[in-house]
């Protein structure tokens, strides 16, 4: 079994993120955590991947008017990429 975790932030999250991590994996399930606030992938084994490496990207990231439509397209262009991959996709974010 895969499962993608979607999270907002993961280091400064909520510690519950880490202990269901840690749970699933106890039981063999793949987990993958998509930080949506930093744009990473946590792979299963540890690597930790940006969603984009794009200098383009980054620039427009800083652009504070611009900076959320520019994070949930590439949030939903990487979701898109990944159809079929996992068996389950929990979504746990809560920004404000």
């Given at each position: 079994m895969r499962v993608l975790l979607a999270i907002s932030n993961y280091k400064n999250g909520f510690p519950y993120i880490q202990d269901l991590e840690r749970e699933l994996k106890a039981q063999q399930?793949?987990?993958?955590?998509?930080?949506?606030?930093?744009?990473?992938?946590?792979?299963?084994?540890?690597?930790?991947?940006?969603?984009?490496?794009s200098k383009v990207t980054a620039t427009l990231l800083k652009i504070p008017k611009i900076r959320t439509y520019v994070r949930i397209f590439l949030v939903k262009r990487y979701l898109c990429s990944?159809?079929?991959?996992?068996?389950?996709?929990?979504?746990?974010?809560?920004?404000?």
């Open positions: 399930v793949h987990v993958d955590i998509l930080d949506i606030e930093n744009l990473l992938v946590i792979r299963n084994d540890g690597n930790i991947l940006p969603i984009s490496k990944l159809a079929g991959q996992y068996t389950a996709v929990g979504i746990h974010s809560c920004d404000a």
